[in-house]
């Protein structure tokens, strides 16, 4: 079974831009959530969406948001990039009531200049 | 709040040494325990989890207990492998369901031959 796969692995923007991350879950999988990894801050929750609906949220600002399809592939978006917006972007994926197993993808790795 | 804390990295150990990283959590409710591995340019993968009050979670040599009365999940391995060096991360998961995972800071463990 094909593990979490993420779109594009890097990304170099600058300040300003915005930019869009994709996310295909685990075959099967419905829930997926976004994390922020960050030297500094280190692994912090974005959202989970579960059936097209996001379940869970974070504490982001607004210019972080995301939406999931009905083939549970996800995307999360940036808008008016920043320097601290600069981190490894991971995605994972769960079924429901699988516990609170979660599988991440390899990330993207989004760098701001 | 929910919050992990784990010793600060890096740890270094020569081959075949016996790994101890301490884990400690504060939670609200009765949380779910994991640990998490990360081996350089990749996602996390669970390595091993406990549910429930002196459960013992193991997985490729690597053993922790979840210990209600001292709030901790330390991790433990007898023999180290130089495969072994990764960031390790001790999480925490409250609630039924699929709810966000909350991370220890990472411990980054060098094994060398």
């Known amino acids: 079974k094909a593990g979490v796969t993420q779109t594009p692995r890097y990304l170099i923007k600058t300040r300003g831009q915005q930019v869009t991350l994709s996310c295909s879950p685990i075959?099967?999988?419905?829930?997926v959530s976004w994390y922020q990894q960050t030297p500094g801050q280190g692994l912090q929750f974005l959202f989970e969406?579960?059936?097209?609906?996001?379940?869970n949220k974070g504490n982001f600002p607004g210019r972080f948001s995301g939406r999931q399809f009905s083939n549970s592939r996800s995307e999360m978006n940036v808008s008016t990039l920043e320097l601290g917006d600069s981190a490894l972007y991971l995605c994972?994926?769960?079924?429901?009531?699988?516990?609170?197993?979660?599988?991440f993808g390899p990330g993207t790795r989004l760098t701001v200049l | 709040g929910n919050s992990v804390t784990q010793m600060e990295g890096p740890v270094t150990l020569s081959e075949e040494a016996f790994l101890t990283i301490n884990c400690t959590y504060t939670a609200t409710g009765y949380p779910s325990l994991f640990w998490y591995v990360q081996y350089p340019g990749e996602g996390l993968q669970l390595l091993l989890k406990a549910t429930k009050a002196d459960d013992k979670g193991s997985n490729k040599g690597f053993e922790a207990t979840y210990r209600k009365e001292t709030t901790s999940f330390h991790l433990e391995k007898g023999s180290v492998q130089v495969s072994d060096s990764a960031v390790y991360f001790c999480a925490l998961s409250v609630g039924s369901g699929n709810t966000p995972l909350v991370f220890g800071k990472g411990t980054r463990l060098s094994v060398i031959a």
């Open positions: 075959s099967g999988h419905r829930s």
């Open positions: 994972a994926s769960s079924l429901e009531r699988q516990g609170n197993e979660q599988f």
């Open positions: 969406y579960f059936s097209e609906t996001q379940r």
